[in-house]
């Protein structure tokens, strides 16, 4: 089968194609249903199969004889740890765990939020939740108390679950203090909380409120899987937005298994059995979809990787795993590459390990620079393949189906659409542009299976802020553009969204916290270029009148302020005061010129500019503080 065969039937009768794929999991009740609309005038999936995720990703594996095989590896060079779980050793923490969940009244819908960091026992409360038909929210580690208090008020979980700790390099950062922060600003307050002791810190607990993980399993009871509709919901990740308010992310059972399992043969070429490791965090898209879901429904042992690409303890971490556990596609994000490449520059660690297996890295998360991507294709001497997708998609919307027919990669593209995504690139009244004119990435409907279907509770803000745009197209918030050859180049966001070392944020999330300060009367933050983490967001602030204060003060102020709301993982470092920001004449600042002129960009004055002569002087600013590249 070739690339544009398989493409073409999943475009041109994507009810037969999706049927088929459909064919590959085992339903507790087969769909006859394939496409339908709900309520919402939304295209689902499947709506009348019933499943269960975590029977599918564990029970289905030890009953197909699948037991003995190891399921989970984790690994942590920062506590010196390696442990190993068979399919059987999986279930059965998972099915014990779900058990203490039920004790807790945890039932079919419920939700539960998993604040974690990289340890097996994140992948058994995920599956847990998931094996009761509950909907679990993963909140990534990184966040601080705040973030944590906006998910679980928009989540109202019953139950979270955390750990005392999570460990970055050298730092052991106490969890237990973060949630009680969170619970006590939340108005929403769950029922309990299930606290994972680790060595390194004993949190302390809150009588008649919390609840200690092993003694709990213990004592539990193993609990059978709930089945569900396939559009039943199975998580909610929330992902920035342009606003201070993240957007809970909702991803359904059944088209969700569907896709991820599809996925793993036809985009990573892999087989029941063979090691994939995703260097990502459970708290991101990548981390559910390809730490967890993705490989073990497709009958692989996913790795859980506790370090980082350098530091853990040198840059040839990510070889030493590749090599120890025999895996054969690493994915990862640029930004990781990056690193390892700042401080092994001529990948002198490499030379102690055997990479025989690893046959191909993906990667994803920002874009993929061609230096980057040469140098790592350099090096390892095996295909690199950048692939482009989003939490919205939960899996690549563009990539390289490898295991179809793997296509001859192109620098700074991610290469064509996948099976189920009508890509087309429109200008601004949506009418679509010829090859190689840059304009919005748009995917006409109907959207693949795994795409979500709502914002958790906000279905008004999912019609605005994806369908409303282009009628009868999802608007992706990419811009881009395709080659002669059908090839895809993703050139960055079209709106306040940024990509710091994989991480998606909102600047327009720190603009409120920075115009929070008492002395700021009006800021932008914006993102510019980064050589180590793609891109860095900096503020420039318009400090009220009559202010008289040291410049570095503010900084720091300020910067401590974004690190307290959103977390350590903002990386906002820099913010400068300026005498004015360049607007237009209704008052909208010119962020884009902005961006411009610290990508070191010609660029034209609008003429809808208020003051052009706030531009010059604030491309002075800007390159004395060295934020021009
Ligand atoms: N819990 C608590 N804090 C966290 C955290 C977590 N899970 N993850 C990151 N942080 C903190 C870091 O400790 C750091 O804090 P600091 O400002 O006190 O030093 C801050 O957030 C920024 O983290 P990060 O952006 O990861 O920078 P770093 O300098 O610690 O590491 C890299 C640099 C390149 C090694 C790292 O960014 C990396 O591994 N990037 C790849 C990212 C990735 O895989 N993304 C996947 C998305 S698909
Ligand atoms: P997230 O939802 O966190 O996965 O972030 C999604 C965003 O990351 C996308 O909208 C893109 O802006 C960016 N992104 C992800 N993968 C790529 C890629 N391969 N190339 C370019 N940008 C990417």
Redesign the pocket.
Known sequence: MSYKEEYRKSIETPEAFWAEKAEAIKWFKTPKTILSKDENGIDRWFADGEMNTAYLALDYHVESGRGDQDALIYDSPVTDTKQRYTYTQLRDAVAKFAGVLKAQGVEKGDRVVIYMPMIAESVIAMLAVARLGAIHSVVFGGFAPHELAVRIDDAEPKVVVTSSCGIEIEKVIAYKPLLDEAIEKSAHKPDSCIIFQRPQVKAEMIAGRDIDWAEAVANAEPADCTPVKATDPLYILY??GTTGKPKGVVRDNGGHAVALKYSMKAIYNMEPGEVFWAASDVG???GHSYIVYGPLLAGCTTVVYEGKPIRTPDAGAFWRVCNEYGVKSLFAAPTAFRAIKKEDPDSELLKAYDLSKLEIVF??????DPPTYHWTKETLGKPVI???????TGWAI?GNLTGIEMLEPKPGS?TVPVSGFNIQILDHEGNELPNGEQGSIAIKLPLPPSCLPTVWGDFERFRTGYLSEFPGYYC???GGYKDDDGYIF?M??TDD?I?VA???LSTGEMEEIVADHPSVAECAVIGINDPLKGQQPIGLVLLKNGIEVDEKQIEAELVAMVRKEIGAVACFRRAIVVQRLPKTRSGKILRKLLRQIADGHEYNIPSTIDDPASLPEIEEIMGRNGLVS
């Open positions: 992902t920035s991101w898209v990548v990667m994803a998360g920002e874009r993929l950048d692939h482009w997708w989003q939490t919205e563009c991610s992706s918030g990419d993703i960055g966001r969204v990509n994989g991480h998606r």
